[in-house]
């Protein structure tokens, strides 16, 4: 990627609707060899070859539902980190499963490089990984007048971070998973008003007694420890 903010989008589309060879083809150009794919139902981590792990779970997931409809609603490039934030919508939909249709959403964090090494260590889309020769290697780490004249970024690693409700969609359709989970976590949070109810005396102490001091307050100070 040449800019990281405008060209994420078709990167993605690519990744998720174009055909096996392009989808391959993608993968294999803007992810290192080592990358890393994090998902709440998977990840591969991260050692030479991984990338390859990478291209068959995007290959499953368009087997699984072969229709699916990304939109990316916001990018946002952290340079100094070289950290890309993407926050996207997608349809995803099992053809097998009868009336099955998730509306999800997910913020995916991608860890850049600039490294050519990194990105060229092992770069034949042949075979998984097959290592290019020295010569190779060496001519495209080092680069003509032309390979320098613009900053490249590859995807070191990607986290899709998916809310409790938002990734229970993929495993308890029809809005079971869904209903289950805000149940749950209106239950929790009915809990939380009665434990904030019970510790308003904890409370008071913290404010009027150690003021405002939580880090003194929660040190044992209060059991007497002083």
Not at 28 to 54: D, E, M, V
Not at 56 to 71: A, D, F, G, H
Not at 104 to 116: E, G, M, N, S
Not at 152 to 177: R, T
Request: net charge neutral; aromatic share 12%; hydrophobic share 40%.
């Amino acid at each position: 990627m040449e800019d990281p903010v405008k060209d994420i989008s078709d990167i993605i589309i690519t990744l998720t609707t174009a055909p096996p060879s392009e989808q391959k083809a993608a993968i294999y150009k803007y992810y290192t060899p080592t990358a890393s794919f994090t998902h709440p139902l998977c990840r591969t981590g991260s050692f030479n070859g991984s990338r390859w792990l990478i291209l068959q779970i995007y290959r499953w997931y368009k087997i699984l539902s072969p229709r699916i409809e990304p939109v990316v609603d916001s990018v946002a490039f952290d340079e100094p980190n070289l950290l890309l934030y993407v926050s996207l919508r997608q349809k995803f939909k099992i053809p097998v499963v009868p009336y099955y249709l998730a509306h999800v959403t997910l913020t995916t964090v991608l860890a850049l490089t600039t490294d050519p090494d990194a990105y060229h260590a092992m770069s034949n889309p042949k075979e998984p990984d097959a290592p290019v020769s020295m010569v190779e290697h060496k001519r495209i780490a080092h680069g003509s007048d032309a390979d320098r004249q613009g900053k490249k970024y590859y995807i070191q690693s990607q986290n899709d971070l998916y809310a409790l409700s938002e990734w229970v969609k993929f495993i308890l359709p029809w809005g079971i998973g869904v209903t289950t989970i805000v149940s749950l976590q209106i239950i929790a949070t009915f809990w939380c008003v009665v434990g904030a109810v019970l510790g308003k005396p904890l409370t008071f102490l913290e404010e009027n007694v150690f003021g405002g001091n939580a880090e003194r307050f929660t040190s044992g100070t209060i059991l007497g420890k002083d």
